[in-house]
């Protein structure tokens, strides 16, 4: 028997046909997550301990760009598995969540845009131990992942934009652009969860 396999079929990206999701936890995709959420700390030391920024913004440009890696291997070489599907999202959350927070000690970005972000985050989490006592299976809106690419992109800009170089103005009004966006669409796709968590719960009922 294909112990390993949940008997769940998804449809993969593009139409391309039904994706099997495994119950496998050792996974290269999966071990690649684990590894970008290891870098995390890394760069919080170089921030707050050192001040190597050049350094600091490395570790996270390449956190950051093993986003897309875990998921093309995932689909890749068909390991697609519950736990990368968990994982892959709660990543996310806890790299913008650590970025900001960092940055805000270091003293680069405002109080209130951390309070922006972060407040989000753990009102849907609370709402979700609420009413679900877990986090439900509500898959990631294009909203939410457009959302994600922009603080993404904005929080390593800011870092950028507050280091001494040439294109240090650049990156900063750049990436406060993109911060915005990211914002509107953070709280955006926040609705979306929140009206998809709704209609899960009455279907259940």
């Known amino acids: 028997m294909r112990s390993e396999r949940v008997r769940q079929f998804q449809w993969g990206a593009r139409g391309e046909g039904p994706q099997v999701v495994h119950d496998k936890v050792v996974t290269a995709a999966n071990a690649i997550s684990t590894l970008r959420l290891l870098g995390l700390p890394v760069f919080v030391w170089l921030m707050l301990g050192p001040r190597a920024y050049g350094w600091a913004f490395a570790v996270l440009a390449v956190v950051g760009a093993t986003d897309w890696v875990d998921g093309y291997v995932a689909r890749r070489f068909d390991q697609v598995t519950k736990l990368g599907k968990l994982l892959d999202p709660l990543i996310d959350r806890v790299l913008i969540a650590t970025v900001a927070?960092?940055?805000?000690?270091?003293?680069?970005?405002?109080w209130w845009l951390v309070a922006l972000v972060v407040g989000r985050?753990?009102?849907?989490l609370a709402g979700a131990l609420a009413v679900?006592?877990?986090?439900?299976?509500?898959p990631v809106t294009r909203t939410g992942k457009f959302a994600t690419a922009c603080l993404l992109g904005a929080l390593p800009g800011l870092l950028l934009g507050h280091m001494q170089w040439p294109?240090?103005?650049f990156f900063l009004v750049g990436s406060w652009g993109l911060a915005a966006a990211g914002v509107v669409a953070y709280y955006t796709a926040g609705v979306q969860y929140v009206q998809a968590g709704l209609?899960?719960?009455?279907?259940h009922t």
């Open 101 to 110: 927070v960092t940055l805000l000690v270091a003293g680069m970005i405002p």
């Open 167 to 169: 294109a240090a103005t």
């Open 132 to 138: 679900f006592r877990g986090i439900p299976p509500i």
């Open 199 to 203: 209609a899960l719960r009455s279907s």
């Open 121 to 124: 985050d753990l009102a849907l």
